[in-house]
């Protein structure tokens, strides 16, 4: 019978004298690296921001009035052709750029089926990586009848989390929302609570049908939650507000509230 070796032990005073390396952001306050997973409605104009999120990575440009370092990216885009994915960055990219830190790849093996081996060869091929996005997470997923859907989800996106963890590098994951409605907004992510139970970051995004505005909301462990309201403008969503927790809380209380308390 073989043993597995656990991890060393250290006490609290130990832990305390020691230097931690701080949180590595590939977006400052929004995406950290860690396992992120960003749903939303279908056709809602999700894959249009991923690539554009891509890109500026990539290239070291600004998201939302912050700062990038350049690095590059891998974009498994499963669900498009190579022709649709030249077809929108014509639309994306000045005619003098030349995104060449942004790998496309519209195949993919499974989890557990080479993706994570396809992963780690890519890493090793590009050593100044810090973004791989997967869209979508449906994509690389086998269909399977055993065990409950909790541990499943559990095991898939874990799988992915421990490449992340490893390599100190973010893999997002592009997902789908139920169509019921929840009260809670989370709850509304397709599958268990297992998936964003795994997830270090969660990106959640609605937007009316047609409507030019949307609101994604982000929480995570290395930050406090945020609403960001965004707008299309020629294929490209721009912010128009962020909010904290705090000031969606004061947002939230009726106007009559207030002039009682007044």
Not at 8 to 35: C, D, E, M
Request: charged letters at 25%; hydrophobic letters at 40%.
């Amino acid at each position: 019978m073989t043993s597995t070796r656990l991890p060393k032990t250290i006490t609290a005073g130990a832990l305390l004298a020691t230097p931690i390396p701080p949180v590595k952001w590939i977006i400052p306050g929004l995406l950290p690296a860690g396992l992120a997973i960003f749903a939303g409605p279908s056709k809602a104009g999700k894959s249009w921001l991923t690539l554009w999120l891509c890109l500026q990575i990539s290239q070291g440009k600004s998201v939302w009035g912050r700062e990038i370092e350049p690095r590059t990216v891998l974009y498994f885009s499963l669900e498009d052709t190579l022709g649709r994915l030249q077809e929108r960055l014509y639309q994306l990219v000045d005619a003098e750029e030349d995104p060449e830190r942004l790998i496309l790849q519209t195949e993919s093996h499974g989890i557990g089926q080479g993706l994570e081996e396809q992963i780690v060869s890519f890493i090793h091929t590009y050593p100044d990586i810090s973004l791989i996005v997967i869209d979508t997470l449906q994509k690389v997923r086998k269909t399977e009848r055993n065990g409950s859907m909790y541990a499943n989800d559990y095991r898939d996106i874990g799988a992915l989390k421990e490449l992340a963890d490893k390599y100190g590098i973010c893999i997002l994951l592009v997902h789908h929302l139920r169509k019921q409605s929840s009260s809670d907004p989370y709850d509304q992510i397709s599958g268990s609570t297992g998936i964003m139970g795994v997830a270090d970051t969660t990106w959640l995004m609605h937007r009316q049908r047609m409507s030019k505005t949307a609101t994604i909301r982000v929480i995570g462990r290395d930050m406090d939650e945020k609403m960001l309201h965004i707008r299309e403008e020629n294929c490209v969503w721009a912010l128009d507000e962020e909010e904290t927790a705090a000031q969606q809380a004061l947002k939230a209380i009726p106007d009559y509230l207030w002039k009682v308390a007044d």
